[in-house]
């Protein structure tokens, strides 16, 4: 079964470790929802170094394009940035839903509201 893309964005705190750790169980609950995850944050840092302007420009170019191929924002998380107001305004721009992971969830029980708690 082919799952549709799922662009995961949230307002990171900066710990790339407390960051990934969050970022992942978002990912799993939007795949246990039946969608593939895109979640920028988990692989970029790996292979970019942010510190350097033309790479930091590459990071951001890497994540609106993978946004342009998903078929739906996952917003996660309570807060909202910058970061999350562009890719909501791109989203929009694109004509892709955008919503949040209580939203996939919701979805998912088919109406019926499931307990979520995003911090599992």
Known sequence: MKRPLAYITAAWSGDQDADAKQAARYCRKVYEAGFSPVCPLLYLPLILNDAIPEEHKSGIDIGRDLLRRSHVLVV??????????????????????????????????QGRTEAVN???
């Open 118 to 120: 995003e911090r599992d």
């Open 76 to 109: 996660c998380g309570d807060g909202v940035n910058e970061d999350m107001k562009n890719d909501i305004a791109t989203a929009g721009r694109l004509n892709i839903t955008a919503t949040t992971l209580d939203g996939i969830l919701t979805v998912k029980g």
